[in-house]
């Protein structure tokens, strides 16, 4: 089992969950962080580090973000791995209540 990212991280990446993983599993993207469900031990650190609670356990996902488990498979496995927190978006803070972004992901 693994933890998930999911839409409330897009156009946000505030990065704090990034710095506490100890396998360095988390990938970014130019809007969006995705875990690499692969390389994910379970062991829950970065869930509560995210401002925004765009962290799931994959078995607690709720059923609206049910499609961010195959997203973060495989957005993983073409960016890049990031292993340091870089700070959010600079309009982070605007996005961070908006809800419905996923036509906003920019896969790049």
């Given at each position: 089992m693994a933890f998930v990212v999911t839409e409330?991280?897009?156009k946000c990446k505030y990065t704090t969950c990034v710095e506490v993983c100890p396998v360095d599993c988390f990938h970014e993207g130019p809007?969006?962080?995705a875990i690499d469900p692969e390389e994910c031990i379970d062991c829950a650190l970065c869930?509560?580090?995210c401002p925004v609670n765009a962290i799931y356990a994959e078995d607690e996902l709720p059923e609206n973000q049910k499609e961010?488990?195959?997203l973060n498979a495989d957005l993983a496995k073409k960016w890049p791995v990031l292993t340091v927190?870089?700070?959010g978006l600079p309009d982070a803070d605007d996005?961070?209540?908006v809800t419905d972004k996923l036509q906003y992901l920019d896969k790049g």
């Open positions: 409330s991280c897009i809007n969006f962080l869930e509560s580090e961010f488990l195959q927190n870089k700070g996005w961070k209540d």
